[in-house]
């Protein structure tokens, strides 16, 4: 099976990329007020401490199939993040190494390419705090490793449409639903929502009550984040999709427990499965998916970095990374891996 999706060698490169702004962003600071990131109750919390802590955070939120949990971090999330940064900052040198570095013009047309692909690459990206220079620097490392992993490496559209002949399997599109939904957090807000929606339309209570911050936005829809558009049901957290395909067209399930709260879905209609229409983009996309693949049997990306790296004078400033880092560093060349260091998922 090909895989259809562009891999990352860093998976916290806009993380890291986010952070890089942010630290640029402290050096720039003339004016008093610019030192403080929030003020609770009138009392500050500066951006020395919002770094400070950020160095050396312990555990992070993340999202599961029941919702939201916190999960101890391996080390620190500041150090995972200069990890990662170093990577990249490797990986950019060995794209300029190998005369592999894309233009302005190639990051333009490859965004271009995205969006095509998947409507909402964009506002996706930037609803997670994302500027437009952070997108471009993270494009541009996606295109650096696809060309690195793809070095001598030829898939012709006619190995396309071979493989889409040979795998009809593989394409086809997922049972999906429209749906609207409303999501709260505490039982006096789940009783409001009750009340209200014996009179009111489900999206008019959704706007009202939801703490979904794009319910206003989306009218209450419940979309697919990268495409835009209604999602996937096997997609959705297992409770919540279970729910689904058991209600009607035009029916509401009851109450869904979910880790921070309760959802309620109101399904506007069920999309049956059906066969995938392969355009022109959607071909170049497989194309270079196939490439990748075949790339990913000839080459170790990762190896080929750490091989860089190796070859590099890294030296970390801050204090309390110092002896850190020269402790992974020794692990990564012993291991001859890079996966622990970039979070690669490869």
């Known amino acids: 099976m090909i895989k259809q999706n562009f891999p990352t060698l860093a998976t916290g490169i806009a993380i890291g990329g986010a952070l890089v702004f942010l630290v640029t962003s402290v050096g720039g600071c003339g004016k008093k007020g610019d030192l403080v990131v929030a003020t609770v109750n009138g009392q500050s919390i500066t951006k020395e401490e919002f770094f400070k802590y950020m160095e050396l955070k312990p555990d ?35 794209a300029i190494d190998k005369k592999m570095e894309p233009s302005q013009k190639d990051i333009t047309d490859e965004i271009e390419f995205q969006k095509k692909m998947r409507p909402g690459f964009m506002s996706s990206l930037m609803e997670r705090g994302l500027t437009l220079e952070m997108i471009k620097q993270n494009v541009k490392i996606d295109l ?11 898939v012709k559209m006619s190995d396309v449409e071979k493989y889409i002949k040979d795998h009809p399997k593989e394409f086809i599109e997922a049972e999906k639903a429209d749906l609207e939904w409303i999501l709260v957090a505490d039982m006096p807000t789940r009783q409001k929502v009750d009340q209200d929606l014996a009179t009111l339309q489900f999206s008019q209570v959704a706007i009202k009550y939801s703490k979904d ?5 989306l009218s209450g829809k419940l979309v697919d984040s990268n495409t835009g558009q209604a999602p996937a049901i096997a997609g959705l957290p297992k409770d919540i999709g279970e729910n689904v395909k058991k209600t009607t067209e035009g029916g509401t399930t009851g109450w869904i427990t979910l880790v921070d ?49 190796r070859d590099s004078d890294v030296k970390v400033e801050v204090e309390s990374y110092k002896e850190d880092w020269k402790k992974a560093f020794e692990q990564f060349k012993r291991e001859n891996k890079l996966e622990d260091m970039t979070g690669s998922r490869e």
């Open 60 to 94: 992070v939120r993340v999202r599961t199939s029941n919702g939201a949990t916190s999960l101890p971090v391996d080390g620190y999330i500041g150090f995972q993040a200069l990890q990662d940064l170093i990577a990249q900052k490797a990986t950019l040198q060995l």
């Open 144 to 154: 650096i490793q696809e060309r690195l992993v793809t070095e001598g490496i030829t």
């Open 213 to 217: 911050p794009r319910a206003k936005q």
């Open 261 to 309: 709260g309760w959802a309620r879905i109101k399904v506007i209609k069920h999309i049956p499965a059906r066969p995938v229409t392969l355009d022109d983009n959607r071909k170049e996309f497989l194309r270079r998916a196939m490439a990748q693949d075949k790339g990913r049997m000839a080459h170790d990306l990762n190896r080929t970095i750490l091989q860089k790296l």
